[in-house]
């Protein structure tokens, strides 16, 4: 299964690259190149799994993706779905102004939605968390849908548009039918908000385990399976941070945690803290704590020293 690269820029596509039209498009194995690495685009996605085994990565996740399978994909969400040589699949393209035009939310705050309020939002708001494969005479329904989309697609005449997103919304309807209990359950849980908080958490975990290096927003968000602009976005609305603001942050605090337990010389503390220069660690710090490095480990040692007297 491919992931990110550190260093890896995570692809960004708009309909005009991947589709034949610019709200809606369906497409079936063969008519473009298979997208192998972890990418994101501007638009809703949906993929069905006609024929072949293989596995998606959505978001932070890996799921099974066989035959009878249906996979939901946000905007901005990072994923890949590789498929075999020998597998059938269809993939459904299209903006969100032609499903939901009267949807004023922005891409990036869709997770804010409440499926109370677009309840067919529901499966591309809880991929990571949910298989949707379908039974035989679901498939056969399914598959069905596929050929009338790609007729409608094909001659898009006078009231094509309407047929096209009745035939998304029942496809939706389905997929909420199917996994009633799972999709409410994760609402009613987390409110919407289990994607977002998980995805913190990689990039919480992330930080903390290379506090030592260079760390960019490219990096952190390839790290977490998230798109830079989504991770900044995210950041500024769950933390009012941004991603260097987050970084030098952590990296003070483990900068007080090592002057109160060890003697290692301040030079040496800035460069096990990701400080490359002692001179800019000491500035910064002391615009965090009100004292230099030193004054901070002394003041601990004399207070140390009282307490113990």
């Not at 799994?49 to 998606?56: E, Y």
């Not at 590789?82 to 949807?103: C, K, M, V």
Request: charged share 25%.
């Amino acid at each position: 299964m491919p992931t990110p690269s550190r260093h890896s820029s995570l692809r960004l596509y708009g309909m005009q690259e991947r589709a034949n039209h610019l709200d809606f498009d369906i497409r079936f194995e063969g008519a473009r190149d298979v997208l192998a690495r972890p990418h994101r685009h501007e638009y809703f996605q949906i993929q069905v799994s006609v024929q072949g085994g293989t596995q998606q990565v959505i978001g932070g996740a890996v799921r099974p993706f066989g035959t009878g399978h249906v996979s939901f994909v946000l905007p901005y969400r990072v994923h890949v779905v590789p498929h075999p040589p020998d597998s059938r699949y269809a993939i459904i393209n299209f903006d969100q102004g032609f499903l939901w035009p009267e949807l004023d939310v922005e891409a990036l705050d869709l997770e804010e939605v409440s499926i109370a309020r677009l309840p067919e939002l529901a499966p591309f708001l809880f991929q990571e968390y949910v298989d949707f494969h379908f039974g035989d005479a679901d498939s056969a329904r399914i598959l069905g849908w596929l050929d009338e989309l790609t007729v409608l697609n094909q001659t898009r005449s006078f009231g094509t548009q309407g047929a096209i997103r009745g035939i998304l919304l029942q496809l939706l309807g389905l997929a909420c039918q199917r996994q009633e209990a799972q999709l409410l359950g994760h609402a009613a849980r987390h409110s919407g908000r289990s994607s977002r908080h998980d995805a913190l958490q990689r990039v919480m975990r992330y930080v903390r385990e290379h506090l030592r290096e260079e760390m960019s927003l490219n990096d952190a968000a390839a790290a977490a399976m998230l798109s830079p602009n989504y991770l900044a976005h995210l950041l500024k609305k769950q933390t009012d941070r941004t991603f260097t603001e987050l970084v030098t942050e952590r990296r003070l605090e483990h900068a007080k945690e090592l002057l109160l337990t060890s003697s290692d010389r301040i030079g040496d503390v800035a460069h096990r803290c990701g400080f490359g220069d002692a001179v800019y660690f000491g500035r910064r710090f002391r615009q965090w704590t009100g004292v230099t490095p030193r004054q901070f480990r002394n003041e601990a040692q004399a207070m140390r020293t009282q307490a113990s007297g």
